[in-house]
């Protein structure tokens, strides 16, 4: 059975600075690894999916990777803006199933 | 394309009473997968529609059901609501076709239960 963690489930930084994101799982059969974004009692967006074929996937100021032997995903952050302050979820599929795991998310504040 | 749309946004109701909530998925997507999200719980997997059938279920009671109608929109019914049902319910759409399609979420409903 797939479980899923994120470290840190807080992290407060300053406008500007590069962040890490850390998405960890158990079983490297995964299929992808989606990272969703949600503000305060909002629906999740999605942000990157990563295919298990692929390593990275980037969308403007976002990268996400994917590294199946070590059961880690990151995504990075460049130059926050107060904008960002979200939770950030990861979600895997694996096993043959359709539905996937979700972390319990990071809460990311970025301060003026 | 349109997203995935959720009616109603927000819901109050009292102990005892039953709650139907809507989702309709983005054209095409045959799959509708349905989650309770509380602050203490975070995200659960309620169940899951592809096809008209119940694909997956997740561990929740008996008062927590659903169905899909043959144009994918999909409805949860909660009966008997109790206090704990106050959530944000959320469903997902993907194409259903293989597991690692990609998915979309709706805004939720917020169900209070008084």
């Known amino acids: 059975k797939q479980e899923v963690t994120q470290i840190p489930a807080a992290l407060s930084v300053p406008e500007g600075e590069n962040l890490v994101l850390n998405c960890s799982f158990t079983?490297?059969?995964?299929?992808?690894l989606q990272w969703f974004r949600q503000d305060p009692g909002k629906g999740l967006t999605s942000l990157l999916l990563?295919?298990?074929?692929?390593r990275e996937q980037t969308s403007g100021r976002l990268n996400a990777s994917l590294d199946k032997s070590s059961g880690r995903s990151t995504l990075y952050i460049a130059a926050s803006q107060p904008g960002d302050s979200a939770t950030y979820l990861c979600a895997g599929t694996s096993g043959g199933s359709y539905i996937p795991t979700f972390g319990r998310g990071t809460s990311l504040i970025v301060h003026p | 394309k349109a997203g995935v749309t959720q009616t109603p946004r927000y819901l109050i109701k009292t102990r005892g009473q039953q709650v139907t909530l809507s989702c309709s998925p983005i054209?095409?997507?045959?799959?509708v997968s349905w989650y309770q999200q509380t602050p203490g719980q975070g995200l659960q997997f309620l169940f899951e529609y592809f096809s008209e059938t119940q694909r997956n279920k997740g561990n929740f009671p008996g008062r927590f059901s659903g169905r899909q109608f043959s144009n994918s929109r999909s409805e949860m019914n909660v009966s008997t609501l109790e206090l704990g049902d106050s959530a944000l319910y959320l469903c997902?759409?993907?194409?259903?076709?293989?597991?690692?399609?990609?998915?979309?979420f709706g805004p939720g409903t917020r169900l209070t239960v008084l």
């Open positions: 990563i295919q298990s074929s692929q």
């Open positions: 997902a759409s993907s194409s259903g076709t293989q597991p690692y399609n990609e998915q979309f």
């Open positions: 054209s095409g997507h045959r799959s």
């Open positions: 079983d490297s059969a995964i299929y992808n």
